[in-house]
């Protein structure tokens, strides 16, 4: 997997990823905050040899108190050194537990010793630093000494530097283990969105159609009201907010022009795997936008188990398809004509029969698609594949079928059995509709064609301010 991949998977489970990272940050800072103060005081201890006036004994003694020093490091954490510093505190700690409370280090090429106390609060970390580099040189006085009184020690231990009182705690630290928490969170998070997305079966993207052995002949962004309002986007109703649907509609009648150039398909069967997939919606504005164009176009309502087109473009639907198949009525009689649209006619699907597949797979409905092909191109709006046979039945009386899916929210498995459906019959599949798209995903697409479209209208409006100065 590339980087991209990855971008892809967590924009996808952002909401996951994100939750993982704020989680394991607040149990981190949780945690934290439970957590006992501790304070540190550092004290220092120098180790003398009590050599002075002679340059050369200075010297041996330096010599002898640096090789002496490192041995000390291991004398002040022994159990009598621990021993000592309890009687003289107080504590009721055991050595062990008192030793654990130190860190000695001797900085090198010196004869220091600093001695690092820990303790619940900066008085008592104060007392235990300076009392252990005080126990430590009666501990080395006895060792170098063996007995004899300090001011005739070869070797001893001063305190050079007393402990100054801890100001503020060493631990807990609230902020770094809330940072390393949400570092661990985020590859959490990137986990459960790279798992999330093995397990995730909902299409998002052209490259998951492609997988499936078809194409994604255009991808509409996701626009509020298209839904309820077919038709809004292409026929001149749309809103500013609309022009990326209409810009999808578009390209995707473009595209059909160039899937057969011999011979393109005049009857167009416009379905979906499910219902609530924008099946009717595509086939609307489809439509409309090929009658725009200035191409004769018959839009039919060919789901007669649930219609939709006559209602939301706001046309009678008493009468349709059905009164034509069952010849209560003329075709001529059963068309409508758009009202702003003069080349898009309307035939609604009429009165619900009891037999809808039977009647779809009709000669009579066969007679009708070519009687209308012949004059415009006809855009059939079906039922969806799965939960009935109709769309499939229409299909093969048709050029072709565009499939439409709902972008984060069709199942990779649900339009493998539409096409299946399809094939099945010896349905020609034209394409997949990629319906929803996030309008982040068609945002750059959009700019990069308004950048064209407007660069255009500006040279034709210099042009003409042109003339216009010439002329006058």
């Not at 820990?118 to 126990?135: F, N």
Request: aromatic share 4%; charged share 20%.
């Amino acid at each position: 997997m590339e980087f991209k991949d990855y971008w892809r998977i967590l924009r996808n489970h952002w909401l996951g990823a994100l939750c993982c990272v704020i989680a394991t940050a607040l149990l981190a800072l949780s945690w934290s905050l439970a957590q006992p103060k501790v304070y540190a005081a550092v004290s220092t201890g120098f180790v003398t040899t009590g050599t002075v006036g002679d340059a050369g004994l200075e010297s041996l003694g330096d010599s002898l108190a640096k090789s002496r020093v490192k041995s000390y490091v291991v004398l002040a954490t022994d159990r009598t050194t621990s021993q000592m510093v309890a009687s003289r505190l107080g504590l009721t700690d055991s050595p062990s537990q008192l030793a654990g409370r130190i860190d000695i280090e001797q900085p090198p090429d010196t004869v220091n010793l600093q001695i690092t106390a820990t303790g619940p609060t900066p008085q008592e970390a104060q007392a235990l630093a300076d009392t252990w580099v005080q126990a430590l040189a009666d501990r080395v006085h006895q060792v170098e000494n063996r007995g004899g009184s300090k001011q005739e020690s070869t070797i001893s231990i001063e305190p050079s530097a007393s402990a100054e009182l801890p100001t503020a705690p060493i631990s807990p630290q609230p902020l770094r283990n809330a940072l390393i928490g949400a570092l661990l969170g985020a590859i959490l998070g990137t986990a459960y969105a790279t798992g999330r997305n093995q397990l995730d079966r909902r299409i998002r993207s052209s490259e998951q159609i492609t997988r499936l052995g078809t194409s994604t002949v255009a991808s509409i962004p996701e626009i509020a009201g298209v839904g309820r309002n077919l038709g809004i986007v292409a026929t001149g109703r749309a809103q500013e907010k609309s022009t990326q649907a209409a810009e999808g509609f578009r390209k995707l009648r473009t595209n059909i022009s160039y899937l057969d150039v011999d011979n393109p398909p005049r009857i167009i069967v416009v379905t979906s795997p499910s219902q609530g997939d924008g099946k009717s919606s595509v086939a609307a504005n489809l439509s409309a936008v090929i009658a725009v164009s200035g191409q004769p176009v018959t839009l039919i309502d060919g789901d007669l188990r649930r219609p939709r087109v006559a209602k939301a473009l706001d046309l009678p639907g008493e009468v349709g398809l059905t009164d034509v198949l069952a010849a209560r009525v003329s075709l001529d009689d059963a068309l409508q004509q758009h009202p702003t649209l003069t080349t898009l006619r309307v035939l609604p699907a009429g009165n619900r029969p009891p037999n809808p597949s039977e009647l779809l797979g009709s000669k009579a409905m066969r007679k009708l698609l070519r009687a209308l092909s012949r004059t415009s191109m006809v855009i059939v709006d079906a039922p969806p594949l799965l939960p009935v046979t109709d769309a499939a039945v229409l299909t093969r009386a048709s050029d072709g079928a565009l499939v439409v899916v709902s972008a984060g929210r069709t199942l990779d498995t649900h339009l493998e059995a539409a096409l299946d459906n399809l094939t099945n019959v010896q349905g020609r599949v034209l394409g997949v509709v990629l319906n929803r798209v996030t309008r982040r995903r068609t945002t750059s697409d959009y700019y990069k064609q308004q950048y064209y479209y407007r660069y255009d209208e500006d040279r034709s409006r210099s042009r003409g301010r042109r003339a216009r100065t010439e002329a006058g």
